[in-house]
C-alpha cells in the first residue's frame, strides 16, 4: 500500500517515491533503534540513560540532527501524570522497575529525511498497558479513514478524543504543546552544525516555522491541534502522528508517518508510510 | 450453641483439659480461630460457619473459659507462654503435619502475637490475621517510645489509649472483678453487648459468661504489667500478617498499629467500619478476608513474601475484596467511580443501560486491580429490571457493600416548554432510579445486618436554583433529600449514606441532555456548546470519584465537589438571595 497508484511513473512521481524511500528507511532506522534499546532496559536503568542510550545508538549509525532529541518515560509519567510545564518531558533520573510501562520517542534526521517514532513497551508483563496499546489499532484505522475522507483535521481530532472516552482512556496528546495529535514533518537541510533549542533541532523548527507562516497565509497549519486553525482538511505532506492514550497512570502510544497526497483516489490520497512497525505487527500477532 | 455439625475431641496439656471443636474436612488448610475476653469459642461460630465449607476449621476454648478447665491456682496459670504450650498442644493434635492459618480477635490476638513471634512457633504457623488486638510487646514499645519522646502528637495517643484502657485497670483490682462478673454484670452483660457494641441478639453470650469473665481478668493480671514494663525486643513475626482494624473500636486506638510494619515485615492492612466485636457484627466481610489471606498464603514456602493480591489503590485497605456497584458506570463519574473502587481491589459490578460501555467498565476494571468484575445492562428506570438485577446480584455475586446510585440524565429549559413527558423521562431516571437502588440493595443491606453504604450522586443543582434547569434541578433536589433521610433511617444499623454533589464536571452528560422547547439542530447546537464549556471547565470525572470513595470511608453525609458547588453550597446557607439572583441569569448557550 506504500506504492502511488501504479500508471504512468512521471518523473515528479518517481523522486516522490524515492523520498517516500528515505523517509521509510530513516523511520525503520529510529524503530530498530527503540527495538534495541528497549531490549536493553533493566530494572534500575534511568530515563536519562535510556535517552543517551538511543542517543548515542542513533549516533553511531550517522544521524548527525535531530527533530528532537530522544525522550524517555518510566512509569506514570508515560500517562503525563502531573505535568505542567513542558519541561517536565524532559528525561528525569525516574528509575524503571519489573512491570514498570514506558515509552522511547525519538527523531532523528538522517541524510536529510526525518523521523518522529513513539515505542510503548514495558518492563516484563504489564497487561494494562498491552490493552492500551492493543486499542490504539482502532485509533490508526480511524484516523486514516477519516484522512481519506477528507474531514477537517480538527474533526478527526474530535473523533479521536471521542473514541478514546468510549474506550475510557484519557488524551495525553492534549499534553503535548499545543496539544498536537501530529505535526507536519519534511526534509532538512543537512548542515554541518545544527544547535538545538529546548532539544528541538533548529533545522527542523525552521522548517516547521515556515510551513507555519505559509499555512497562515493559506489556511492550515503544521499542527494538528484542537483549535480553530487545524480547521482544514489535510494538507498534503508527511505528518507525524502520536495518538496518546492514558489511564489512570498508563499510557500508550504510538508515533508513526502518514503521507497525505492529493491524489483524487482515496486510496492513494492518504497511507502509512510504512505498515511493518513493531505495533502493527503486534497486532496482527494477537488476531 | 450454633457450632453445628462440629467434631469435638480434648487436648489434655500442661494439667489442663481444653475443648476443641471442629469443623469441615481436615484435608483442607486447617484454620484455627482464637477468641478473646470475656468471650469463648462460640464467639467465632459465625465466621465458622462461613469458612467451613473451604477450610479445616478449629476453634478451641482457651484455658479457663468455655468448657475448657481451668488452672489451679488461677494466678500464674495465664501467661503467655503456658497459652502457647496450649496452643501447640492443640495444633499438634489438629494439624500435625502441616502450619496452621491463625486467626485471633481480641485476647486471641494478643496470645496470638505471642505465638507467632516466639521461636519455637517456627514453621507451625502459615499466617496469622489479627483483629482487635495488639501484641503486648509491641504495645510495650509503643508507650515506651511515646514516654522517651512526648511531642504533643504522642502524648495525646498516650492519653487517648490510655482512656480506652480504662477496663484494664479495673481488672487489675483484686476480687472485684469476679463479683461483678458472677453477679449483676454478668447478667446485664448480653445486653450491654446489644445495645453499646450492635452486637445482635440471640444465642450469643453463652451461658458460661460469667466464669470465662472471671477467670479471664488473669490474663490482664497474669501478662500486662511484666511485658508492658519489659517488652520482649525480638518479636518479630515469623509469619505472614493480616491485620483487620475496627475503626470505632471503643477500647483500641487505630494508632497503636502505627509502626507495626517494623515488627512485621510482610504485613496487609485491612480497615472497616466497625465496633469491637467484629466477629459477631461483621462475619461476611471477616470470612472473606480470612479466606482471601488464607489462600494466598497456602502452599508457599516460608521466606517467599506473601501474596501479590494486595491492590495498590489508596483505599485498599478499607475496600478490598468488597462488593461495589456502580449505575451509571459506562461513562463519566460512574465509570470512574467504578475505576476508583476497582484500583482499590473492590469486585465491581458496572451497572449501564448501554451494554458495550458497561462491559467496557468491567473489563477495564479487572486490569486495574478488581478480582472480579461484572456489567449488567439495566435501565434504572425500570422497575422490573432493577427488581431482576437485584435478585441476580445477590445470588450470584452476594450483597452489595457499597451501592452507588450515579445514573443520570439531563434536562435544560424553560419550565413551560418542559413537557410532562420531559419531566416523566428525567423523574423516572434521576429519582425512581435512586429509588429502586435504594429499595432493592439498601433492603438487602439492611437485612444482612452487617453495615454498608450508600452513595447516590445528586449534583449542586440539587441546592442552586436555576431558570434554565427546572426538572433536573427538581430531582436532584429530591435525590438529595431522599439521601438525607435515608441516612437518619439506617444509621442505627451501621449502614451511611452519602449525597455527593457535583458541580460542573467534564463528562458527557453534556451530550446527551435534553434541551426542551427547540428543534433538533438547534438542541445539537447547544449540546456542542455547553460540551465545549464543560470541557473548557474541565473538572475530571476521576476527582470526583475520589470524592465519593473519601465519602465512603468518612460516612459523609453531604459532599459538594468542585469550587463551584462548595462555593453554592455555603451561598445556600448564608446568602441564599444570592443564589436566586444567580438563578435568574441565562445561560452562555
Known amino acids: ?159 479521536v478524543d471521542r473514541l478514546m472516552v468510549r474506550q475510557g482512556y484519557a488524551n495525553r496528546h492534549r499534553a503535548y504543546p499545543f496539544g498536537v495529535i501530529a505535526h507536519k514533518v519534511d526534509r532538512v537541510r543537512e548542515r554541518p552544525w545544527s544547535p538545538r533549542l529546548f532539544g528541538f533541532g533548529t533545522q527542523a523548527l525552521k522548517g516547521l516555522a515556515s510551513d507555519a507562516l505559509r499555512g497562515h497565509r493559506d489556511g492550515w497549519s503544521p499542527l494538528w491541534s484542537p483549535y480553530r486553525f487545524s480547521d482544514h482538511p489535510p494538507q498534503p505532506g508527511l505528518w507525524a502522528v502520536e495518538p496518546h492514550l492514558g489511564f489512570r497512570g498508563t499510557g500508550a502510544k504510538f508515533e508513526e508517518i502518514l503521507v497525505v497526497t492529493d491524489s483524487k483516489d482515496p486510496e492513494a490520497s492518504a497511507f502509512w508510510l510504512d505498515d511493518d512497525l513493531p505495533h502493527v505487527r503486534r497486532w496482527a500477532e494477537d488476531k | 450453641m450454633s457450632l453445628e455439625g462440629a467434631r469435638e475431641r480434648w487436648v489434655r496439656t500442661g494439667g489442663i483439659e481444653l475443648c476443641v471443636a471442629e469443623l469441615g474436612d481436615d484435608r483442607q488448610p486447617t484454620v484455627v480461630l482464637v477468641h478473646g475476653y470475656p468471650d469463648s469459642k462460640e464467639v467465632w461460630s459465625e465466621v465458622a460457619a462461613r469458612l467451613a465449607d473451604r477450610f479445616h476449621v478449629v476453634l478451641y476454648d482457651v484455658r479457663g473459659h468455655g468448657r475448657s478447665s481451668a488452672p489451679q491456682p488461677l494466678r500464674g496459670g495465664f501467661t503467655l507462654e503456658k497459652l502457647t504450650d496450649d496452643f501447640l498442644a492443640v495444633v499438634d493434635a489438629v494439624s500435625p503435619d502441616r502450619p496452621v492459618h491463625l486467626v485471633g480477635h481480641d485476647w486471641g490476638s494478643v496470645q496470638s502475637w505471642e505465638f507467632v513471634t516466639v521461636a519455637r512457633t517456627e514453621g507451625r504457623i502459615a499466617s496469622f490475621t489479627s483483629m482487635s488486638g495488639p501484641s503486648l510487646d509491641h504495645f510495650g514499645h509503643w508507650i515506651k517510645q511515646r514516654v522517651r519522646r512526648p511531642t504533643p502528637r504522642r502524648v495525646g495517643q498516650l492519653l487517648g489509649q490510655g482512656a480506652k484502657s480504662w477496663y484494664v485497670y ?191 467498565t468491567a473489563e477495564m476494571s479487572r486490569l486495574i486491580g478488581s478480582p472480579e468484575a461484572w456489567a449488567e445492562t439495566v435501565d434504572v428506570s425500570d422497575e422490573q429490571a432493577m427488581e431482576k438485577l437485584a435478585e441476580k446480584v445477590a445470588t450470584e455475586y452476594g450483597v452489595v457493600d457499597v451501592l452507588v446510585n450515579n445514573a443520570g440524565i439531563g434536562l435544560s429549559g424553560s419550565f413551560f416548554d418542559t413537557t410532562s413527558e420531559d419531566w416523566k423521562k428525567v423523574l423516572d431516571v434521576n429519582l425512581w432510579g435512586v429509588i429502586h437502588g435504594c429499595r432493592l440493595f439498601g433492603k438487602q443491606m439492611a437485612e444482612r445486618g452487617q453495615g454498608g453504604h450508600i452513595v447516590n450522586t445528586a449534583s449542586a443543582a440539587a441546592y442552586q436554583p436555576s431558570k434554565a434547569l427546572p426538572a433536573y434541578s427538581t430531582s436532584k433536589a429530591a435525590v438529595l433529600m431522599l439521601s438525607e433521610c435515608l441516612r437518619a433511617e439506617l444509621a442505627g444499623q451501621g449502614i451511611g449514606v452519602s449525597a455527593i454533589c457535583p458541580g460542573f464536571v467534564n463528562t458527557n452528560i453534556t451530550s446527551t441532555a435534553r434541551f426542551a422547547g427547540v428543534d433538533v439542530a438547534e438542541e445539537k447546537r447547544r449540546q456542542k456548546n455547553s460540551a465545549r464549556l464543560y470541557g473548557l471547565r474541565n473538572y475530571p470525572p476521576e476527582k470526583v470519584a475520589d470524592a465519593i470513595l473519601r465519602a465512603v470511608v468518612r460516612n459523609q453525609a453531604v459532599v459538594p465537589v468542585t469550587p463551584e458547588a462548595r462555593g453554592a453550597h455555603l451561598m445556600s446557607r448564608f446568602t441564599p438571595k444570592a443564589l436566586r439572583a444567580i438563578a435568574r441569569l441565562e445561560p452562555p448557550l
Open chain 2, 170 to 360: 479495673m481488672l487489675h483490682t483484686p476480687a472485684l472483678p469476679e463479683l461483678a462478673w458472677r453477679g449483676p454484670l454478668g447478667k446485664r452483660w448480653p445486653k450491654m453487648l446489644e445495645r453499646f457494641e450492635k452486637v445482635p441478639a440471640g444465642d450469643y453470650p453463652t451461658a458460661s459468661l460469667p466464669s470465662d469473665a472471671a477467670h479471664g481478668a488473669w490474663l490482664y493480671r497474669d501478662n500486662v504489667r511484666p511485658r508492658l514494663s519489659r517488652p520482649r525486643a525480638d518479636a518479630y513475626a515469623h509469619a505472614p500478617v493480616q491485620l483487620i482494624t475496627p475503626l470505632g473500636d471503643a477500647f483500641l486506638s487505630e494508632r497503636l498499629y502505627d509502626d507495626l510494619e517494623e515488627w512485621a515485615p510482610r504485613l496487609l492492612r485491612r480497615t472497616l467500619p466497625a465496633k469491637h466485636w467484629v466477629p459477631r457484627t461483621r462475619p461476611d466481610q471477616l470470612a472473606a478476608w480470612i479466606t482471601e489471606f488464607v489462600t494466598a498464603n497456602e502452599g508457599r514456602e516460608a521466606g517467599l513474601p506473601a501474596q501479590g493480591t494486595a491492590a495498590t489503590g489508596k483505599y485498599a485497605d478499607r475496600f478490598g475484596g468488597q462488593l461495589v456497584l456502580v449505575t451509571g458506570a459506562g461513562s463519566g463519574i460512574g465509570r470512574a467511580t467504578a475505576f476508583a473502587f476497582a484500583e482499590a481491589g473492590a469486585r465491581v459490578v458496572a451497572v449501564d443501560r448501554d451494554a458495550g460501555s458497561a462491559a467496557r
Open chain 1, 1 to 159: 500500500m506504500t506504492t502511488a497508484v501504479a500508471g504512468e511513473l512521471s518523473a515528479e512521481l518517481r523522486g516522490f517515491r524515492d523520498e517516500l524511500r528515505g523517509f521509510k528507511e530513516v523511520q525503520r532506522l529510529a524503530y530498530e533503534c527503540a527495538e534495541a534499546v528497549a531490549a536493553q532496559l533493566k530494572p534500575g536503568v534511568t530515563e536519562r540513560e535510556a535517552a543517551r542510550m538511543q542517543r548515542d545508538w542513533l549516533r553511531g549509525r550517522g544521524v548527525r540532527d535531530w527533530f528532537h532529541l530522544p525522550f524517555a518515560w518510566f512509569g506514570d509519567r508515560t500517562a503525563f501524570v502531573g505535568f505542567r510545564v513542558p519541561l517536565q518531558f524532559f528525561p528525569t533520573n525516574r528509575r524503571l522497575e519489573p512491570g514498570m510501562p514506558f515509552i522511547l520517542d525519538m527523531a532523528p534526521v538522517h541524510k536529510g529525511f526525518t523521523a518522529d517514532i513513539g515505542y510503548s513497551g514495558s518492563l516484563g508483563p504489564n497487561p494494562l498497558q498491552d490493552k492500551l496499546l492493543a486499542d490504539l489499532e482502532a485509533h490508526r484505522e480511524l484516523i486514516l479513514r477519516e484522512v481519506r475522507e477528507r474531514r477537517t483535521l480538527r474533526e478527526i481530532y474530535e473523533d
